[in-house]
C-alpha cells in the first residue's frame, strides 16, 4: 500500500531542525515542503497539511501544485508508529479469511494514529464490506476536505456512495463518467456497472462490463458484474457466475491482495452459487 513506508524516507530527507513557521515573502513551495516534513517528524500532520494545503490554494503553477500535493500525500498517509503499521498489515492479512479480526486489528491501529489516511480508507473499506455505509462515509468525507485530489479517497467515497446507495452524489464524480484517466480504472467500472444497472440502461452496463472482462479478466468482480448484466438482459449467462465463484475459490493471497482496494472483493459468492443451483447448473 503507498506510502507505508515512508517515515525512513521522510527522516533520512529532513532530520533539520524545524525552522519558523511564519511564511516570508522569499518563502518558497520548496521551503513549504521542508516545513511540512519537519511537522510530520514531530507527528504533527495536522499542522503540516494545513501549510500546504494553504500553500496549493496560494501557488497555481503546475509544478508547484504537483510537488505540493504529492508532499501533503505523503503526509497523509505515512505511519508515525511502528505499532500502528504492524496492526495495519495484519489487518489486511485477516482481511479474507476472517472480517471481524481484521476490523478489530485495524481498529487499535486507529486508536494509535486516527488521523493516518491509510488507515482511514482502509477502515472505510471494512465498514462497506459489512454494509455499515453510513459510517464509512462519514470518516471519508472529513478526510476528503483535507485532501481532496487523492485518487485513492475518492475511489473509497465513491464505493461507500455505492454502498449507501448515494447514486446522485455518485454521479458527481468524473471517473463515473471516464475513468481511463485514473490508476483505478477497473474498481470505477465496476461501480460504473452497478450504477448503470441501479438505472436500468442496460446498453451501457452491458458495454462497460464488457470492457472491464477485456481490461482485467483475472479480477473476480469482472466477472460477477458480467453475470449480473446477463441476468438484467434475461439471458442468464450461467457461464460468467461459474468463472466468478472459481475464481474466488482459487484466488490466492496475492491475487487477494492485488484485489482488495474493491470492499466487495468475493464476498458475493453464497449469493450467485445459489442462483446458480436455482437454475439447475453447478458451481463445479
Request: aromatic share 8%; glycine share 2%; net charge positive.
Amino acid at each position: 500500500m503507498k506510502s507505508i513506508f515512508l517515515k525512513a524516507a521522510l527522516g533520512a530527507a529532513f532530520l533539520l531542525p524545524a525552522p519558523a513557521f511564519s511564511q516570508s515573502k522569499s518563502e518558497t513551495y520548496k521551503d513549504i515542503i521542508e516545513k511540512a516534513y519537519n511537522l510530520s517528524l514531530q507527528k504533527d500532520r495536522q499542522q503540516a497539511l494545513n501549510i500546504l494545503n494553504a500553500a496549493i490554494a496560494r501557488d497555481s503553477r503546475p509544478l508547484a501544485q504537483a510537488e505540493l500535493k504529492k508532499a501533503a500525500l505523503d503526509v497523509a498517509h505515512v505511519f508515525f508508529s511502528d505499532k500502528a503499521q504492524q496492526l495495519y498489515e495484519t489487518s489486511l492479512s485477516l482481511k479474507k479469511s476472517d472480517l471481524n479480526q481484521a476490523i478489530s486489528k485495524l481498529s487499535e491501529a486507529q486508536r494509535i494514529e486516527p488521523d493516518n489516511l491509510t488507515i482511514i480508507i482502509e477502515a472505510a473499506r471494512l465498514q462497506i464490506a459489512k454494509s455499515d455505509c453510513s459510517n464509512a462515509q462519514e470518516g471519508l468525507v472529513k478526510a476528503l476536505k483535507l485532501v481532496p485530489f487523492d485518487e485513492d479517497l475518492k475511489l473509497a467515497n465513491a464505493q461507500a456512495q455505492a454502498c449507501s446507495g448515494s447514486w446522485v452524489e455518485f454521479a458527481k464524480n468524473p471517473e463515473s463518467v471516464d475513468a481511463k484517466k485514473s490508476s483505478y480504472q477497473k474498481y470505477w467500472m465496476a461501480l460504473t456497472v452497478e450504477h448503470q444497472l441501479k438505472l436500468k440502461n442496460l446498453t451501457k452496463a452491458s458495454e462497460v462490463s464488457a470492457n472491464l472482462i477485456k481490461l482485467e479478466p483475472k479480477y473476480p468482480e469482472a466477472s460477477y458484474w458480467s453475470w449480473k448484466v446477463s441476468q438484467a438482459l434475461k439471458k442468464s449467462n450461467v457461464e460468467f457466475g461459474q468463472k466468478y465463484v472459481m475464481a474466488c475459490k482459487n484466488i490466492s493471497a496475492s491475487q487477494y491482495r492485488q484485489y482488495m482496494i474493491d470492499p466487495m472483493l468475493c464476498r458475493r459468492t453464497t449469493e450467485v452459487e445459489g442462483e446458480i443451483k436455482g437454475m439447475n447448473g453447478t458451481t463445479e
